[in-house]
């Protein structure tokens, strides 16, 4: 872990460029130091991993972002729960946390991979869980679960210290049970980026005008 630590302040901290442009979209990177290579990018932070420590995954803020004090309260709070990843590391402006292995609901449409209903179930008892444990979710949709061998992962829990009300997992489920599944157990096709982009932009604002 310390030889990781050095690692990120010395290589990633120092020479990786993240740009926050919109809070509303992910974040932009930039560059990246060799070998480090990206994982994904959310609306505040970004993830890598170095292959050399293949089993944990970096999420750096970026800068003027806010949350990470919060993430790092909400992982203590879950503990260990198998849908969930756990934080090893919290530093001022990174988090190293267990690495996830499989794919988001988001791109697993975009591949054609089908998303089962186990996975589904298996967040919900997730989502249930995290209830139990003072926590509220929100911000759960289809980039930040993931399935992994069929079974069902929540990739970012950063937002569950807000305690407004968020129907976006409620959301999801609906379309999931009323529109993929009916089509997905006769015919599994992959999705185009911009069809999912599309949708995603239009449940956006039609979250806003509901609002």
Known sequence: MEKLIERIKGELLAKATIESIDPLEPVKVRSVPKPWKVLGTGNYAAVFYHPEAPDYAVKVYAPGRPGLAEEAEVYRRLGRHPAFSECYYSGPDF?????????????????????????????????????????????????????????????????????????????????????????????????????????????????????
């Open 95 to 211: 988090l190293i946390l267990k690495r996830l292995q499989g794919v988001t609901f988001y791109d697993s449409m975009k591949r054609g991979i089908l998303i089962t209903g186990q996975a589904v179930e298996d967040i919900d008892n997730a989502l249930d869980y995290a209830r139990s444990r003072g926590l509220h979710p929100h911000d759960v949709h289809a980039k930040n679960v993931m399935i992994q061998d069929g079974r069902g992962l929540i990739v970012d829990i950063s937002d569950f210290l807000k305690e407004e009300d968020c129907s976006m997992w409620e959301d999801y489920k609906k379309a999931y049970y009323h529109l993929y599944q009916p089509v997905a157990s006769r015919w599994m096709f992959p999705v185009p980026r911009p069809i999912l982009e599309t949708v995603r932009k239009g449940y956006r604002l039609w979250r806003r005008l509901k609002q």
